[in-house]
C-alpha cells in the first residue's frame, strides 16, 4: 500500500469514488440526493482512468431499468439514452450449420427481455455523469487510481493517483506530476471486473475468505451498422454451442437497437480447459453461422473492444466491507449470468452502498467497516436476483452447454417456486488452474478471417481506438521474466497469445525456430483483464498505466 510523500498534494472529500461506471454513478447521485434531502453539504469525487467517463466501459447491452427507475425516476423525461425497447427475444442452440430455437416458454418468466432496454452502457454513464455532476459530483477523467492510502490504524484512507510523466525506464520526463492523494471518510472501489485496487483490498483484508473463488468470462464485442433490410430494431439473439470445442462453455449476443445498429458479441467463459482455444478467433468464427451472418451480410463493422465479466454470482462474492470503504458493482461480482445482465445489480449495491454512508457520516463515523452494507445488500433485490440463478454456472462448468444449460433452466424454474433441486454448488477451481498441457490438448485450426464478417486483431485493436503513451512503464508486468518461455511456453504453448483478444502478447523467434522470446506489446492492450486471470501460474500483474490511455468506445 502506498506511503503518504512529501512531493504529493493531497485533497479531503467525505467520499472518495473509483470508477465512473454504473455502481460508482450511482453511489455519487445517491449520496446527493441523500444530501439534498437532509439539507446537509457533502463533498464527493469520483475518479475516472478513461480519457472521458464512458471511454472504458464496454457491455452488450440490454439493460434492466430496474435500478435506473428507482435512482432517477423520471429517466425519460431527462433524455436518458436508452430508447429501444425489446420487442423481439430468441435463444438459439447452434451447430456447425443449422441452430434450434429453445421456446421461450421453456424459461422462467425472470429470464424474458421483454421490457428491458438495447443500448450503449458507455452512453447511459455518460448521461449519468451529466446527472451526477449537476448535483455538485466532481468527476475527474484521466486520472487512474494507482494505490490507496491507509492510515496509522490499517484503514484505508484514500487514494493515490499515478504519476504522470515517468518514461518507460522509471525517470522522469519532463513535464513530470507526481500523483495526487485523495483522502476521504469513506472511499468506494467501483473499478469494474478484477480491478487492480480491488485486487489488493481482497487479499489484504482477505475479502474472499469462506467464499467460493470468483468466476470470469471474456466478452467480446463489435458494433456493426446494418443494412437497412437485414435490421430488425428491437430484436435480441442469444445463442450457444457451436464453434464452441468441449471443454469451453460461453455463447453469443446480438441485439438490434436504433439507427441501424447491432451490438455482436461472443463470451467465453475463462474456466475453459484447452490451451490451444482463442476467444478472438472463436468469435470471428461464429459470425460465419448462417444464423449470423445473415444479419451482418451488406454491414460493416465500426467498432471493437473486450472485457472480462464475473461469472461466479452469489457463491463468490465477496465481503463487501472493509475499514475505510466498500467495494460496489462488478468490482465485487453482481453479473446474472443466465440474463447477461449486471448494470442493475450495479446501479442497486451503489445506491445501497451509498446510504449506508450517508448514515455513518451523519452520525459522525469516518474510516470503520460499514456493517450495515452487505446485510443491505442481502435484503434486496439483487441478492434474490443472484439467489435463483445461483447453480446454472457450475451445472454448465460440469455439465457442459447443451446439458448443464438444460439442468440450469429446471433449476431455475424451481427457484422460481421457492426451492432447489440442488441446494447450492460450488465453483472449486480458479479459472487458471483449468488448463490441460498443450500436448494433451486438441489443435485448433481457426479459418482465415476474410476481411467482410471476420477480422484480424490488428485491425480490430485499431477500432476500439487505443492508445498509450509509448514511452512509460509497462502496465502488464511479470513476477518473473522467465515464466513465459521457461514454463507456459512447453507446457501449455503459452496460452497468453491466444487468450488475449488485442494481440499484445507474442512468442517470437528466429527464422529457424530457435530462441522463442515473450514479447508484450501493451500499447494494444484494451484493459480486459484476461491476462491478469487465465496465466496459469498467474504470473501476470495488470497495473494501471498512465491516466488517460486504453480505449476510447464510443457507442459501445
Known amino acids: 500500500m502506498s506511503e503518504t510523500d512529501a512531493e504529493r498534494e493531497s485533497m479531503e472529500y467525505d467520499v472518495v469514488i473509483v470508477g465512473a461506471g454504473p455502481a460508482g454513478l450511482a453511489a455519487a447521485i445517491r449520496l446527493k440526493q441523500l444530501a439534498a434531502e437532509a439539507e446537509r453539504e457533502l463533498s464527493v469525487a469520483v475518479l475516472e482512468k478513461g480519457a472521458e467517463v464512458g471511454a472504458h466501459i464496454l457491455s452488450g447491452a440490454v439493460i434492466d431499468p430496474k435500478g435506473l427507475n428507482e435512482l432517477i425516476p423520471d429517466w425519460k423525461d431527462k433524455d436518458a439514452p436508452l430508447k429501444t425497447e425489446v420487442k423481439k427475444d430468441k435463444f438459439l442452440f447452434l451447430g456447425p450449420a443449422g441452430a434450434i430455437r429453445f421456446p421461450n416458454i421453456f424459461f422462467p418468466p425472470f429470464m424474458s427481455n421483454h421490457g428491458m432496454y438495447i443500448g450503449s452502457l458507455g452512453n447511459l454513464c455518460r448521461w449519468l455523469a451529466e446527472q451526477a455532476e449537476a ?7 484521466g486520472f487512474a487510481v494507482a494505490d490507496v492510502v491507509l492510515d496509522d490504524e490499517g484503514a484505508v484512507k484514500g487514494v493515490v493517483t499515478g504519476d504522470f510523466g515517468v518514461a518507460k525506464d522509471g525517470s522522469r520526463k519532463g513535464g513530470y506530476t507526481p500523483g495526487m492523494e485523495l483522502h476521504a471518510k469513506y472511499t468506494l472501489i467501483g473499478e469494474g471486473v478484477r480491478g487492480s485496487v480491488a485486487k489488493k483490498l481482497i487479499n489484504t483484508f482477505e475479502l474472499s475468505k469462506g467464499r467460493d473463488p470468483q468466476k470470469f468470462g471474456i466478452g467480446i464485442k463489435e458494433l456493426w451498422e446494418l443494412d437497412p433490410e437485414r435490421h430488425d430494431e428491437g430484436l435480441v439473439v442469444h445463442t450457444t454451442g457451436w464453434p ?9 449476443f446480438m441485439y438490434h437497437f436504433e439507427g441501424n445498429l447491432a451490438s455482436v458479441g461472443f463470451v467465453v467463459h475463462l474456466n475453459y480447459t484447452n490451451p490451444h482455444l482463442s476467444p478472438f478467433d472463436e468469435m470471428q ?11 451482418l451480410e451488406g454491414g460493416k463493422r465500426i467498432s471493437y473492444g473486450a472485457r472480462a465479466i464475473t461469472e461466479g454470482g452469489l457463491q463468490s462474492v465477496p465481503k463487501l466491507a472493509f475499514p475505510g470503504g466498500a467495494l460496489i458493482g462488478c468490482s465485487a461480482g453482481f453479473v446474472n449470468v443466465p440474463r447477461i445482465k449486471g448494470t442493475h445489480n450495479a446501479m442497486k449495491t451503489g445506491m445501497l452502498c451509498a446510504e449506508s454512508v450517508f448514515a455513518a457520516i451523519g452520525e459522525g463515523r469516518a474510516r470503520d467497516e460499514l ?34 444449460l438444460g439442468l440450469g433452466g ?15 454448488l460450488h465453483h472449486r477451481k480458479p479459472d487458471h488452474a483449468t488448463l490441460q498441457k498443450a500436448s494433451d490438448a ?8 476474410d476481411g467482410v464478417l471476420s477480422f484480424d486483431k490488428l485491425s480490430s485493436v485499431f477500432l476500439s481506438n487505443t492508445n498509450h503513451e509509448e514511452d512509460q512503464p509497462v502496465h502488464l508486468t511479470l513476477k518473473d521474466a522467465s515464466v513465459p518461455i521457461d514454463h507456459n511456453l512447453p507446457n501449455f504453448d503459452e496460452p497468453a497469445q491466444r487468450y488475449c483478444p488485442a494481440g499484445v502478447y507474442e512468442v517470437v523467434r528466429e ?3 530457435s530462441n522463442p522470446r515473450f514479447v508484450i506489446n501493451a500499447q494494444n492492450c484494451v484493459h480486459c483483464k484476461t491476462c491478469d486471470i487465465k496465466d496459469p501460474t498467474q504470473n501476470i500483474n495488470w497495473v494501471v498505466p498512465e491516466g488517460g490511455g486504453g480505449p476510447v468506445y464510443p457507442n459501445m
Do not use: C
Request: overall charge positive; proline content about 9%.
Open 135 to 141: 448535483m455538485g459530483v466532481e468527476i475527474y477523467p
Open 244 to 252: 464452441l470445442p468441449r471443454g469451453a462453455g460461453g455463447g453469443s
Open 285 to 295: 468464427q461464429h459470425k460465419h453461422h448462417p444464423s449470423i451472418a445473415r444479419y
Open 371 to 404: 456493517e450495515t452494507y452487505e446485510p443491505a445488500v442481502k435484503a434486496s433485490w439483487v441478492w434474490k436476483d443472484l439467489k435463483r440463478v445461483r447453480n446454472v454456472k457450475p451445472l454448465w462448468s460440469t455439465f457442459g452447454s447443451f446439458i448443464g
Open 410 to 424: 429446471i433449476d431455475m424454474w424451481t427457484n422460481f417456486f421457492g426451492f432447489s433441486l440442488f441446494g447450492t
Open 442 to 449: 486438441k489443435p485448433i485450426d481457426y479459418p482465415k478471417p
Open 511 to 513: 527464422d529457424d525456430g
